[in-house]
């Protein structure tokens, strides 16, 4: 018998440009987290190396080239009961601030600490908490 639970392993980017983070806001009508803000990045696809996936996520995502740094953190929760999200979140600056949403988000800002603070999820600005996110080198 077949397997029916998923798990699907995505990456995302903590993208700095001048001491300010990118947040980017999720379409009103996406399967999973309609509105909310958070970083850019997406799923790897089978048999792709993490840091390149994130690359062309971010530039899918966003139109910016990055550079990636290292890894922050990862983190797992479920999506739905079938359903098993791991996220590796890693660092990632940016040479340029002008940014080419696709349709998956409909707005964009760069945030201060302060701003990515009231604008990401509980269980997001949890993690970054806990991870030291908020005292990265350079984040205003």
Not at 2 to 13: F, L, P, Y
Not at 18 to 39: H, I, P, S
Not at 62 to 83: E, K
């Amino acid at each position: 018998m077949k397997n029916s639970h998923n798990i699907v392993v995505a990456v995302k980017g903590v993208i700095l440009f001048e001491g300010k983070m990118l947040l980017v806001q999720r379409a009103a009508d996406d399967y999973v987290g309609a509105g909310t803000w958070e970083c850019a990045g997406g799923k790897i696809e089978f048999g792709e190396d993490l840091e390149a996936a994130l690359i062309r996520e971010i530039v899918e995502e966003t139109g910016l080239t990055v550079t990636v740094g290292h890894i922050l953190y990862a983190a797992a929760f479920m999506s739905d009961p079938a359903r098993q999200v791991v996220i590796l979140t890693y660092s990632c600056i940016s040479k340029q601030n002008t940014v080419r949403l696709s349709r998956e988000h409909v707005d964009y800002k760069w945030c201060t600490k302060e701003q990515v603070k009231t604008l990401l999820p509980p269980q997001i600005t949890a993690d970054f908490e806990k991870n030291n996110i908020f005292e990265l080198k350079g984040l205003m």
